[in-house]
């Protein structure tokens, strides 16, 4: 680039679960602009966002999520942005493992929320989504008794 400064590639993770409410902060227009801001705040090349609409942060199955991180693997980012932990991943397990396999090809994860990276070991987070998905299951099963 002649400057010194090197580019710092980044893409955008959203996720709208299917128990958020609309014009909430977790909707898909709040989280986009979030991640367009702090990648300017932070002077980031913005790739791309991946979004993932009326999905469970809990399935490992996500589809741009997936595609998302085969893409960081292959080198198209070095940061991927998210709102916050719960959006990026909600599995414990498969939040530790996914960040250490990121962390091993030196890419990382950063929340706009903690202003900071995501470490493996963020698992208080993790813990609590589990807890909250639990609730809303144990939420559902009640209301569909009622019914």
Not at 7 to 14: L, R
Not at 73 to 91: G, L, M, S, T, W
Not at 121 to 132: A, P
Request: glycine share 4%; with cysteine; hydrophobic share 35%.
């Amino acid at each position: 680039m002649g400057d010194g400064m090197e580019t710092i590639n980044v893409f955008g993770y959203a996720r709208k679960s299917p128990d958020d409410k609309e014009n909430t902060d977790t909707s898909i227009l709040n989280q986009v602009k979030l991640i367009e801001d702090a990648c300017n705040k932070e002077g980031w090349n913005l790739v791309e966002i991946f979004i993932d609409k009326s999905v469970s942060g809990s399935d490992r199955e996500r589809k741009y999520f997936t595609q998302m991180i085969k893409r960081t693997y292959n080198n198209e980012a070095d940061i991927i942005v998210v709102k916050e932990q719960d959006r990026f991943c909600r599995d414990s397990s498969f939040f530790r493992d996914t960040l250490l396999d990121l962390d091993a090809r030196q890419k990382k994860v950063y929340s706009i929320m903690k202003h900071g990276f995501l470490s493996h070991e963020d698992l208080g987070d993790s813990v609590k989504s589990v807890v909250d998905d639990n609730y809303i299951m144990t939420q559902r099963r009640k209301a569909e008794i009622m019914m």
